[in-house]
C-alpha cells in the first residue's frame, strides 16, 4: 500500500491553496490557454456522449439519493443568501437581454376578448400566449 497522507490533512492543505488562488483563476480566465468558445464547441460531442452515459447509467438520480435533501438544503443555505443580492445585480443586463425578446412578444399579442370569470374562452387567452411563447423560445434555441 503506498504511503498517503491522512484525509484530514488533504482537505486541509486542499482549502489552505485553493482559498489562496483567487488571482489564478482570475488569471486563467482572462487568459486562457486556448479560446473557451471554440473548446466547448469542439467538446460538443464528447459532451453528448458523457451525458447520453449518464442517462443509462442513471447518474442523476443516484446523485440525488447519495446527497439527499439535508444536504443540498445545508449547502444552499450556507452559499446561497449570501451570495444572492450580488449575483441577481450582476445579471441585471443579461435579465433584460434575455426576457426582452419575450416581452416583445407580450406587447404585441392580439389576444381575444376576456370572459367572465370562470369562462372556458378564457382558457383560450392563456393558450394563444403560450404558444406565442413557446415559439419565441423555439425560434431563439433555432429549435
Same mark, same amino acid.
Given at each position: ?6 484525509? +484530514?490533512?488533504?482537505?486541509? &492543505?486542499? !482549502? $489552505?491553496?485553493?482559498?489562496? %488562488? ?12 486556448? +479560446?473557451?468558445? /471554440? %473548446? ?8 453528448? #456522449?458523457?451525458? #447520453?452515459?449518464?442517462? #443509462? ?8 439519493? &447519495?446527497?439527499? @435533501? ?8 450556507? &452559499?446561497?443568501? @449570501?451570495?444572492?443580492? $450580488?449575483? !441577481?445585480?450582476? @445579471? %441585471? ?10 416581452? +416583445? ?8 376578448? /376576456? ?8 382558457? #383560450? ?9 413557446? +415559439? ?8
Amino acid at each position: 500500500m503506498p504511503p498517503i497522507k491522512s484525509l +484530514d490533512r488533504i482537505s486541509k &492543505k486542499w !482549502i $489552505e491553496k485553493a482559498s489562496q %488562488a483567487q488571482g489564478e483563476y482570475t488569471e486563467g480566465i482572462q487568459n486562457p490557454k486556448t +479560446d473557451w468558445m /471554440r %473548446a466547448t464547441a469542439a467538446a460538443e460531442t464528447n459532451y453528448e #456522449q458523457g451525458v #447520453q452515459k449518464a442517462i #443509462q447509467n442513471k447518474r442523476f438520480g443516484k446523485g440525488v439519493a &447519495k446527497s439527499g @435533501s439535508q444536504k443540498w438544503q445545508a449547502n444552499s443555505l450556507a &452559499k446561497g443568501p @449570501s451570495r444572492w443580492a $450580488e449575483g !441577481i445585480a450582476l @445579471s %441585471a443586463d443579461e435579465y433584460q437581454k434575455g426576457f426582452s425578446p419575450f416581452r +416583445d412578444v407580450i406587447e404585441k399579442i392580439v389576444l381575444p376578448p /376576456r370572459g367572465p370569470k370562470g369562462d372556458p374562452k378564457n382558457l #383560450q387567452r392563456v393558450i394563444i400566449l403560450a404558444k406565442a411563447l413557446h +415559439d419565441a423560445k423555439l425560434a431563439r434555441t433555432g429549435s
